[in-house]
C-alpha cells in the first residue's frame, strides 16, 4: 500500500526560502503522479503544484508561479516543494497526493483534489512577519 514520509515543514520568516519533501514506499513511484497540496486555516484544501512522475510534466496553481517549484527524484522516490520568497498566505498545511497516470489519461487540469486517493500525513509550514 502507498505510505508517505513528508518533511521540511518549519517556522519561517517571510522572504525566505523552504524545501519540503515527500518520500514514498509500497508502489512504483514512476507510475504515478504526485502533487501538492495546501490547506491554510478556515479554507478549502487547493492543489500548488503537480508532476507527472514518468514524463516530468508540471502544472502549477496560478498564484504561486514563479515562487514554487516541483522537482522529483525517481531513484529516490522523493518528490519536492521549492518555496521561493514565502508570503503570509503561504502558510499552510502542506500535503503531497499520488495518482496513477493510468486513471489521469483524460484529466488535463490535475490540481483537483478528488483526482488523489492517496495522501501524506501533512507537513505544517508557518510564515512569520
Known amino acids: 500500500q502507498v505510505q508517505w514520509v513528508e518533511s521540511g515543514g518549519g517556522l519561517v520568516q517571510a522572504g525566505k526560502s523552504l524545501r519540503l519533501s515527500c518520500t514514498a514506499s509500497g508502489f512504483i513511484f514512476d507510475t504515478y503522479a504526485i502533487a501538492w497540496f495546501r490547506q491554510a486555516p478556515g479554507k478549502n484544501r487547493e492543489g500548488v503544484a503537480y508532476?507527472?512522475?514518468?514524463?516530468?510534466?508540471?502544472q502549477y496553481l496560478d498564484s504561486v508561479k514563479g515562487r514554487f517549484t516541483i522537482s522529483k527524484d525517481n531513484a529516490k522516490n522523493t518528490v519536492y516543494l521549492q518555496i521561493q520568497g514565502l508570503e503570509a498566505e503561504d502558510t499552510a498545511v502542506y500535503y503531497c497526493?499520488?495518482?496513477?497516470?493510468?486513471?489521469?489519461?483524460?484529466?488535463?487540469?490535475?490540481?483537483?483534489?478528488?483526482?488523489?486517493?492517496?495522501w501524506g500525513q501533512g507537513t505544517q509550514v508557518t510564515v512569520s512577519s
Open positions: 508532476i507527472n512522475n514518468y514524463d516530468g510534466r508540471t
Open positions: 497526493a499520488a495518482a496513477q497516470l493510468i486513471h489521469l489519461s483524460l484529466v488535463t487540469q490535475y490540481l483537483y483534489t478528488h483526482l488523489y486517493g492517496h
